[in-house]
């Protein structure tokens, strides 16, 4: 059985085998050094995943839990306009668990073989961590770092009465293959099919880097958030943030083929999307006038693209209303609240 110093040993030479222009000492002192460039911002986000909260050890298998762990952090940057740069990690583990004690070897080598090839996607360094034991369940603390042109972080602050609300991708797949999988479904890799497809998107999502790098140096973006809580909530998030109000087009949000495998109901169908939460989608406001040169960029990107709404003035009312048959209605619909799990 590996001692804790042998694990962060392990886990040393992998991070070594990365190198950064900004990284003087990564993993081996008290603290990384890294050096700072005139001009240029630093940005810094972190991400709990909690067991039996954000995820359960019986359906997430190792590898694609080590990919969420950092996925999650890299959308929190490229929801800023920003590009990541390095990666800290911080686990508990259970004492009463399979993978207590560090005994099992092949568990953890899976898991850190999913976040480093997720972290050699993106040319992310570790330059950190800490590990311990927990008398509760299995708890990773994920940061990442990452720059932006001094003035240029995207936030959710910027948007500006008259613009267009738009989103990456579809909506509703990963809280689709959540259902599937605490109706017992699980991971089958050799499998193509739409429930796993679901069950991918749930567990292995793909963070918008590029795009999110893009919107931010070109300036496109108003205000921009990552869809973790549901795009019902974060919107709210970016409304309540930019003193403004928002009508959806109901018919107009883009909702994933894999919501069918769970309700044919249209209505029911957006309350998943809208509220279900872990697309890692981006969902942002821009002038209308640039909306072809975003269109263009997320072409690039290879990414779908929609225009879902509008960023109308507050008047009183709910900040966040949906359009539908003509009325618009109060989107009551509540995202994801860990405090509720």
Known sequence: MKSEFAFIEQIKKRAATRRA??????????????????????????????EDVDFKLDYAIPHWLGHKALAVSLSDIAAMGGSPKFS?????IPKQSPISNLQSENFWEAFFEGYFALASEHGIVLVGGDISSTLG???LDSMVIGHCAAGKAVRRSG?????????????G????????????ARVNEAEASPAQSAIRAHLRS?????????????????????VSDGLAQDLLHICEESQVAAILDFDAVPIAEAVKLVTADADAAFSLAVGGGE????????????????FDLAS??????????????RDGAHPVRVSHGGDAKPLSIRGFDHFDV
């Open 21 to 50: 222009a900004d990284l003087r000492l990564g993993i081996g002192d008290d603290a990384a050094i890294l050096r700072q460039r005139e001009g240029r911002e630093t940005l810094v986000t972190v991400d709990l995943l909690v």
């Open 88 to 92: 800290l990690l911080t686990l508990a």
């Open 137 to 139: 369940g299995l708890a």
């Open 159 to 171: 948007a500006r009465v008259g613009d267009g609300v738009y989103v990456t991708g579809a909506l």
């Open 173 to 184: 797949a990963s809280a689709s293959g959540l259902r599937l999988l605490l109706d017992g």
């Open 206 to 226: 793909a963070p918008r880097v590029e795009f999110g790098r893009l919107a931010g140096e070109s300036g496109l973006a108003h205000s921009m958030i990552d």
């Open 279 to 294: 697309d890692f989608e981006l969902l942002l406001t821009a002038d209308r006038g640039n909306e072809q040169a975003l």
């Open 300 to 313: 690039r990107c290879e990414l779908p693209f929609a225009r879902i709404g509008t960023i109308t003035a």
